[in-house]
Nanobody, 120 residues
Framework: QVQLVESGGGLVQPGGSLRLSCAAS????????MGWYRQAPGKQRELVAT???????NYADSVKVRFTISRDNAKNTVYLQMNSLKPEDTAVYYC??????????????WGQGTQVTVSS
């Protein structure tokens, strides 16, 4: 069973920084794209950033420059460095991966989410 586990969330003051990590484990053959999504209270889940196996990145306009996504393919881990955090960044952040497992077709997987709260 494929599992994605996020870590690194917490409480931070405006202007602060956090680094989120997400490690994928299980019977994974290959991970194509990994990314981060977030969902704030009362709002729909939205894309934050994605990164392909080749390193191509995509960011939501609201986080460009401030956030940086990266990955370690050997560890099946994706990171999200968040700088200059704003209260508007407060949300549950979810890890996502498009991958191929040894026992099934390509699929999309989600982590359980990690809370990021930006408040003074």
């Amino acid at each position: 069973q494929v599992q994605l586990v996020e870590s690194g969330g917490g409480l931070v003051q405006p202007g602060g920084s956090l680094r989120l990590s997400c490690a994928a484990s299980g019977s994974i053959f290959s991970i194509y794209t990994m990314g981060w999504y977030r969902q704030a209270p009362g709002k729909q889940r939205e894309l934050v950033a994605t990164i392909t196996s080749g390193g191509s990145t995509n960011y939501a306009d609201s986080v460009k420059v401030r956030f940086t996504i990266s990955r370690d393919n050997a560890k099946n881990t994706v990171y999200l460095q968040m700088n200059s955090l704003k209260p508007e960044d407060t949300a549950v952040y979810y890890c996502n991966a498009d991958l191929v497992s040894f026992y099934s077709d390509s699929g999309n997987y989600w982590g359980q989410g990690t809370q990021v709260t930006v408040s003074s």
